[in-house]
């Protein structure tokens, strides 16, 4: 048996990287999963058949974290097709890079709306039907509290932003025993950062294990917080870096 056995959950930005390696470890651990996903269709229909081939309900819907409204339909949609809510990990995401001088006013709006507005309207919507002992998992970032380059600004704001409010849900929900806990990545192996980039060698210098995580690093802790193991973990923030914040 899993630790999440009869349990649903919902992964945003679930059609790849650490979304998808997320969803596919919450169905290993027993877990009918939902994603939602933005372009990547595809991409979604793949981690949908391999959750359904691990003997899991799945589910993939098209939701753009930016737009509030379809967000908050995309939560109820889940709850009302899978039978209610169990774990919501809060996980879409964008990483427009540019310094204080080029950062655009476009780029600035998206990167808030996506990286925290849609925290607080995800999380808004599932508390509506989250059961008791519920989890809120937020990835944030090491980029949160260490910025290690130009061209992060605007993005470590928003990931220190996602860490107090995951505080704040974890005393508004904490009556209900819901828990809320942020999981932090260090540098990882997506495309988004891949291991072998343009910034890769300079990335890598910075962890004392000698290379990046991969998307399952990040799974596993995910899943130990959602499980059993993470009924007294809340208001917390669980850093998965390879040291690189140490």
């Known amino acids: 048996m899993g630790t ?4 649903v959950a919902l992964v945003t930005g679930g059609s790849r990287g ?11 651990e027993g877990a009918d ?10 991409r979604a229909a793949e981690v949908v058949a391999s959750i ?21 339909a995309a939560v109820v949609h889940v709850a009302e097709a899978l039978g209610g809510l169990d774990v919501l990990v809060n996980n879409a995401g964008v990483f427009p890079r540019g310094t204080v001088e080029e950062m655009s006013l476009a780029d600035l709006d998206r990167i ?13 919507a599932a508390a509506r039907h989250l059961r008791a002992g519920g989890r809120v998992v937020n990835i944030g970032s090491t980029v949160g509290e260490r910025v290690t380059g130009p061209g992060m600004s605007a993005y470590a704001a928003t990931k220190a932003a996602v860490v107090g409010m995951s505080r704040g849900f974890a005393r508004d929900l904490g009556p209900r025993g819901i828990t809320s806990v942020v999981v932090q990545p260090g ?5 988004m950062n891949p291991a072998e980039g343009p910034r890769a060698t300079k990335t890598l210098a910075l962890s004392v294990v000698g290379r990046h ?3 399952d690093d990040v799974a596993a802790t ?5 499980g059993p193991g993470g009924a007294f973990i809340t208001g917390s923030v669980i850093t998965v870096d390879g040291g690189v914040n140490a």
Request: charged share 20%.
């Open 33 to 42: 999963v939902a994603v939602t996903y933005e372009r990547s269709a595809s």
């Open 18 to 28: 650490i979304g998808a390696a997320i969803a596919r470890k919450l169905a290993a």
């Open 222 to 226: 995910v899943a130990h917080v959602a």
């Open 112 to 124: 808030l709306a996506v990286n925290v507005r849609a925290v607080f309207v995800a999380t808004q």
């Open 213 to 215: 995580a991969s998307p």
């Open 4 to 7: 999440l056995d009869g349990k």
């Open 52 to 72: 359904e081939g691990l003997g899991r309900k799945a589910l993939a819907v098209r939701a753009d974290s930016a737009d509030a409204a379809a967000l908050t």
């Open 187 to 191: 540098p990882t192996d997506t495309d």
